[in-house]
């Protein structure tokens, strides 16, 4: 009898820890092995919380907040345009924020988890690494997928590796650099180790600027400039890459006219365009001005509750929406134009708030640098740097309600406050 209650306590712990590390390696298949995870360790959570009653693993400010912010994206979908892809998405929004909460139950209770997420991890990084290099230099990765081609066949200097034609490479790696560089603090950190991890880490920027994603180098250039401010401890390491970036990737330019073209050439036509001799300016490119301006058109129509989650494609061709062509896509590419388009200012200042809160304890955290004090572990401050990447609002986004990013806004989150609760009770923590 005894046997059988270990088994299954063995079970009920060990197949949710194996779900959560294969997570990164899931993302890079696409969202359905991930997202399947997800709600696995999410269903596998709540069977322990309801048999045991551990019901104090929901009793903190994150959880709070998030089940009035789901509960608010219920109550939208069900008043606001009401369509089936708005219920769906908002109904089972749930599982992201009790995974996180699960997370930090499975950290708790499975002492070798965290590390397997950092091996899982440096794995991801090396053979997108090698394969990525791969694709770039002989056009092809190792799974003979090609390298992005224009209209007539000339290979574009945007490389995807496995994620193919969805060109989320630069995403993925930029995303999770920040977890991945505060667990290599938390586990790794020794003169040995340097020299191993510091040419990944170059490595990865490099690729994430072969990638030809702006967004994905503006987030990854951004992490380590915040690493180097918010962790002065670490700047060497920090300033070692921007700089080893910096130099590689002048000399990328220097020598790759099509790499050079899609960075400067390219990025300027799409700000300023030529129109009947006259130079017109946008915000970013065409496309993503007219998705902003419809989106905000949107927003006046109803200011604090939206057109309902998810209804931005559903209005955008409406005349007194659209302005021309370029105006309709399935999101509006930014994240907080998104939310008050479809949310609202109320779904807007949820998030915005969460920005907010970080920006404020970043500041008391770099005054009590000063002091020789620290509000934050080093893991702590790359995972807030994390959260920064999703909360980031001066740059173009995805689907805020996409399931696939949502994996990677919520993975950090369970690690944080794993690390949290276990640093008010001086549990785990690692000494400077």
């Known amino acids: 009898m005894t046997k059988n209650i270990k088994l299954k306590k063995k079970l009920l712990i060990g197949l949710p820890s194996i779900l959560i590390t294969l997570i990164p390696i899931f993302l890079i298949t696409g969202p359905l092995l991930s997202d399947l995870s997800v709600s696995l360790v999410t269903i596998i959570f709540l069977y322990i919380v309801i048999k045991e009653k551990r019901y104090e693993y929901f009793n903190n400010s ?36 009790i995974f996180s909460i699960g997370l930090m139950y ?19 990084f090396l053979i997108l690494i090698i394969d990525g290099l791969v694709q770039f230099f002989l056009k092809k990765n190792l799974l003979g997928f090609e390298i992005m081609k224009t209209d007539s066949g000339e290979p574009l200097p945007r490389v995807s590796s496995f994620f193919g034609d969805e060109m ?3 995403s993925y790696l930029s995303r999770l650099f920040p977890i991945f560089f505060g667990l290599y603090f938390w586990f790794a950190n020794s003169k040995n180790n340097f020299y191993f991890f510091i040419p990944i880490f170059i490595l990865t920027i490099i690729l994430v600027f072969l990638s030809g994603e702006r967004t994905a180098l503006f987030f990854i250039i951004l992490s380590i400039i915040m690493m180097s401010i918010f962790i002065p401890n670490q700047k060497k390491i920090a300033r070692i890459i921007l700089v080893s970036f910096l130099i590689t990737g002048s000399l990328i330019l220097s020598f790759s ?59 955008c061709n409406e005349d007194r929406f659209r302005i021309s062509a370029y105006t309709c896509s399935p999101h509006p590419h930014n994240t907080y134009v998104q939310l008050l388009s479809e949310t609202g200012l109320i779904g807007f200042l949820f998030i915005f708030s969460i920005f907010s809160y970080f920006s404020y304890k970043l500041i008391i955290h770099l005054i009590k640098i000063y002091r020789r004090k620290y509000l934050y572990n080093d893991l702590e401050i790359c995972l807030i740097i994390a959260f920064y990447l999703t909360l980031w609002p001066l ?38």
């Not at 950290?107 to 899982?120: A, C, G, T, V």
């Open 106 to 124: 499975f950290l708790n209770e499975d002492k070798n988890l965290l590390r397997n997420i950092y091996y899982s991890i440096i794995f991801c």
């Open 257 to 315: 006219e099509k790499t050079r073209d899609r960075y400067i050439n390219v990025t300027i036509s799409q700000i300023i365009k030529s129109e009947s001799d006259n130079e017109k300016f946008y915000i970013l490119t065409r496309q993503h001005e007219e998705h902003y301006i419809s989106a905000l058109r949107m927003f006046n129509e109803n200011k604090i509750f939206g057109l309902g989650v998810k209804n931005f494609r559903n209005f």
């Open 62 to 97: 994150f959880f709070k907040l998030f089940i009035l912010f789901y509960l608010y994206l219920l109550a939208n979908s069900l008043m606001q345009n009401q369509n089936v892809d708005s219920l769906r998405i908002s109904f089972f929004y749930f599982r992201f924020g």
């Open 168 to 170: 989320i490479l630069g």
């Open 395 to 432: 740059v173009p986004s995805g689907n805020f309600f996409n399931n696939w990013l949502n994996i990677i806004y919520f993975f950090p989150v369970g690690i944080f406050l794993w690390s949290r609760s276990n640093s008010k009770n001086n549990i785990h923590m690692k000494s400077r």
